[in-house]
Every structure is written in structure tokens, then in C-alpha cells.
């Protein structure tokens, strides 16, 4: 009569399946291209500075060059980021031909006294 074999414990399972080997389950990694999808919702939603926006770009390339799987996701991050800081450059020449033309104005007109 042979042994019975010891039953597999709870931590020897978990690690047999949280170890990425590369194998056929394994997921493709994508952290830089969700990270910038993320930011480009958060910036068009909230509105966030000139520099998430910029980060979120950074972090788009990045994935596109190193995460070949999570191309589509870093393309999304790419967009959306760009629309963000499109609308940021609107936003400052707006501000710009409107201070330069209300100082022009200002200048333009005569003198009460």
C-alpha cells in the first residue's frame, strides 16, 4: 500500500496561480495605456491643468511602444488627452485676444480730462 499523497494547502494553490509564468492564462500587461485612459476621462470630466493632460500623453506613447497588447487602450488615452489639451490651447489664445483687446481698447479711447 502506497501513501496518500498530502492534500495541496491554500497557499501552495494561490501562488501556483498568482505566478505569472507567460503561460496561455497570463494577461498582457497594459498599465501604461490604462493609466493614461484614465487621465484623459479625468481630464475632459474635471477639467485637470495643462500637465495631467501632458502626463497622460507621456504615458500613451509609453504604451504604445512597449505594450503592443494594450495598443488600442493607449490610442483611446491618446485621444482624449490630445482633446484635452486641444482645448486648453483654445481656452489660453481666448484669453490672450481678449486681454489684448480689451488693453488695446483701453488705450484707444480719449482722456476725460
Known amino acids: 500500500m502506497s ?6 494547502t491554500a497557499h501552495a494553490d494561490f501562488a501556483a496561480h498568482a505566478a505569472p509564468d507567460g503561460g496561455a492564462g497570463s ?23 495643462f500637465f495631467v493632460p501632458l502626463i497622460g500623453v507621456w504615458l500613451g506613447i ?24 486641444a482645448l486648453w490651447a483654445v481656452l489660453v489664445v481666448i484669453v490672450l ?9 483701453a488705450l484707444a479711447l480719449p482722456s476725460a480730462g
Open 27 to 49: 494577461e498582457p500587461v497594459r498599465t501604461c495605456g490604462i493609466a493614461s485612459l484614465v487621465l484623459g476621462i479625468c481630464s475632459l470630466l474635471s477639467g485637470w491643468t
Open 97 to 105: 485676444v481678449l486681454a489684448l483687446t480689451s488693453a488695446g481698447f
Open 62 to 85: 509609453r504604451s504604445r511602444r512597449r505594450e503592443p497588447a494594450g495598443r488600442t487602450v493607449a490610442n483611446w488615452g491618446l485621444v482624449l488627452n490630445g482633446i484635452c489639451l
Open 3 to 8: 501513501a496518500p499523497s498530502p492534500a495541496p
